[in-house]
């Protein structure tokens, strides 16, 4: 991780030591607004840096999911009404692959992440106002998994996200956290 990166919302317990992210969550926090729950919370860890036009970032998250909506990955954020968050969570008694859009009011989609291991390969693409997600696989390939649209500004925050709604201390590593060029639109598929 790039040394100078703040938080939003700095967890209890984290260390940034030889390319490893580790963090342990504190009580109760989330990113989310209103629909279905009709509860709004920006209390969210979110360890990030600012990034200006089309981008592609990437992680391998691991974390030690348990409780109901544990959950560890990417994040975008143009404020605490425009975002986009994915990765991995808990629901439905599984650890499934989540995505977020919010555009002031937050949807959810949810898919099983065949052959999940314990960790998972994440990259987040943004071309404009459109977003996409996609999730690694073990021989090296990307599978699409949610192409979607933000008003986004110039310049975004972009970083790893971890948050445990219903507990606190879900351990999570991120590692090989990475922002560069995008890939190219034929890559989407």
Not at 22 to 43: A, I, K, L, M, Q
Not at 85 to 112: C, F, H, M, W
């Amino acid at each position: 991780m790039p040394p100078t990166m703040p938080w939003l919302n700095e967890p209890p317990q984290w260390s940034d030591r030889d390319g490893v992210l580790s963090v342990r969550t504190g009580p109760e926090t989330d990113f989310w607004r209103h629909t279905f729950y009709g509860y709004v919370t920006d209390n969210g860890h979110f360890y990030h840096r600012p990034v200006t036009g089309d981008f592609t970032a990437s992680v391998v998250v691991a974390a030690g999911h348990s409780a109901l909506f544990d959950q560890a990955g990417l994040m975008l954020r143009a404020g605490e009404r425009t975002w986009l968050k994915t990765g991995l969570e808990v629901t439905s008694g599984a650890v499934q692959l989540s995505t977020v859009l919010t555009r002031d009011e937050s949807d959810l989609s949810v898919v099983p992440v065949p052959g999940y291991a314990g960790s998972l390969t994440l990259r987040l693409t943004r071309f404009g106002s459109a977003v996409c997600v996609h999730r690694g696989d073990e021989e090296g390939g990307w599978h699409l998994v949610r192409l979607g649209h933000l008003d986004l500004p110039e310049t975004v925050d972009v970083g790893v996200m971890c948050c445990s709604p219903r507990r606190e201390g879900l351990e999570v590593a991120f590692r090989d956290f990475r922002v560069g060029d995008p890939i190219s639109r034929e890559g989407l598929e």
